[in-house]
């Protein structure tokens, strides 16, 4: 055993001895923007922000182990929905939880997570990201798959799931369409304009797309509970397989009311950020589906946990998030690893939205699936290049004394 700081550390493989936090925006893409800014808000959906969102806001965390293999991890942060900045993340970073990083070996993510949970409350965006990058240095110091350290990769082909925007019932019709031209099998529709319009919504996508395509919905918090059940009742009748939070992000009793009155499963996602809030949720009988990405409940440890919690419960799980290219790997050797314990295809669509990806080879994502990168670790390497023409600021370093 070695000494560091006071507490006993045991020795597990190179140690990690620096700690790189790049703060980064990337624009969406030309069309996506035009197709966001003319659907509700200005957003594509109906949660009630006020900001303009055309872009995302990223920390790309790099950790180095002292035998000069490098790690990854990624976070998306918007606050309307996280509510941390990138400058938040990377300065409980700095200033707490690299020490419980700094000299330790990336294969201890359990002592590391331990550490950090005892030292800072809360905070998940943060300690997933430092996760995420443990799990990405233990990969390519062994030599193996991120999924090999989780329990194996179960397939080689992710099943994928589109994202359709709220906009006028016509032009999601035929994005509909498109995307089950183009080989994908479920789709997110966002909606919350109206009951009326929600209904009508579903009912022509149903009558486009036959009985084939899965389908999904997203109200963004649009509802009272009251409204939510009416909503929700309207659109059963067209085999919907989640309805995601229906009302207030915060409202886990009115989640818990809509879930008692309402066939279809529910989801949260804007008020669901750890592992006890899933916990939580699902003692209110307030979800049938556990939502996972890479900042909820944060890092592969914890979203692990939560799937297990979720198949001893009884519930699906839906991996789904809007991200660039190491979180959307991460995203999906978790996929790979639990693949029999979800039950939806997994949303990436990132691909689709940004546009950089900011890792040097993409992502093959085609006819509806997503090939697991091959190589150690995550598989992807990031593009220096497009990291430093997207950073908004210059690296927050820190070293191991």
Same mark, same amino acid.
């Given at each position: 055993?070695?000494?560091?700081? %006071? ?10 001895? *620096? ?17 966001? #800014?003319?659907?509700?808000?200005? &957003?594509?959906?109906? =949660? ?7 872009? #995302?806001?990223?920390? =790309? ?28 993340? =990377? ?16 294969? /201890? ?30 990969? *390519? ?10 329990? %194996? ?9 589109? &994202? ?20 994908? %099998? ?16 579903? *009912? *022509? ?9 899965? =389908? ?67 003692? &209110? ?57 979800? #039950? ?13 990806? &900011?890792?040097?080879?993409?992502? /093959? ?9 091959? #190589?150690? %670790? ?24």
């Amino acid at each position: 055993m070695e000494k560091t700081e %006071g507490k006993q550390s045991f020795k597990n493989g190179p140690r990690i001895v *620096r700690v790189e936090l790049t703060p980064v925006y990337v624009p969406f893409r030309e069309v996506v923007r035009e197709i966001m #800014g003319s659907g509700a808000g200005g &957003l594509g959906m109906a =949660i009630p922000a006020e900001e303009e969102w055309l872009g #995302g806001d990223f920390i =790309i965390c790099r950790l180095t182990a002292e035998d000069g293999n490098t790690g990854l991890g990624e976070a998306l942060v918007w606050l309307p929905e996280t509510g941390t900045s990138t400058s938040q993340v =990377i300065g409980i970073i700095a200033q707490a939880l690299s020490r419980y990083v700094l000299g330790e070996s990336p294969f /201890d993510v359990e002592r590391i997570r331990h550490r950090m949970n005892c030292n800072v409350s809360r905070n998940e965006v943060a300690k997933g990201l430092l996760d995420m990058a443990c799990y990405d240095l233990a990969g *390519r110091i062994s030599g193996r798959r991120a999924c090999d350290l989780m329990g %194996g990769c179960a397939t080689e082909e992710i099943p994928l799931a589109a &994202l359709i925007p709220l906009a006028d019932v016509q032009s999601m019709v035929f994005l509909a369409k498109s995307f089950q031209l183009g080989g994908i %099998g479920t789709i997110r529709c966002k909606l919350g304009g109206g009951i009326r319009e929600d209904e009508e919504i579903i *009912r *022509r996508i149903r009558e486009e797309v036959g009985e084939g395509m899965r =389908i999904r919905v997203d109200y963004n918090q649009a509802y009272t509970p009251e409204q939510a059940v009416r909503a929700i009742r309207a659109i059963e009748p067209y085999a919907i397989d989640f309805a995601e939070t229906p009302v207030r992000a915060t409202d886990y009793l009115g989640m818990a009311r809509v879930q008692s009155q309402v066939s279809t499963p529910l989801m949260a996602h804007e008020g669901c950020f750890s592992l006890q809030d899933i916990v939580t949720l699902s003692e &209110l009988g307030a979800i049938g589906v556990v939502g996972i990405n890479s900042e909820r409940p944060g890092g592969v440890t914890d979203a692990l946990r939560a799937i297990s919690y979720a198949e001893l419960r009884g519930m699906s799980v839906c991996l789904h998030n809007q991200t660039l290219g190491i979180a959307s790997a991460m995203q999906m050797h978790i996929a790979a690893a639990r693949f029999h314990s979800l #039950g939806h295809a997994v949303e990436l669509f990132g691909h689709v939205m940004f546009e950089d990806d &900011l890792i040097v080879e993409a992502i /093959d994502y085609e006819g509806g699936f997503a090939s697991l990168p091959a #190589g150690p %670790g995550w598989g992807v390497e990031l593009d220096q290049e497009a990291l430093d023409h997207y950073a908004t600021a210059p690296p927050v370093v820190l070293e191991a004394r």
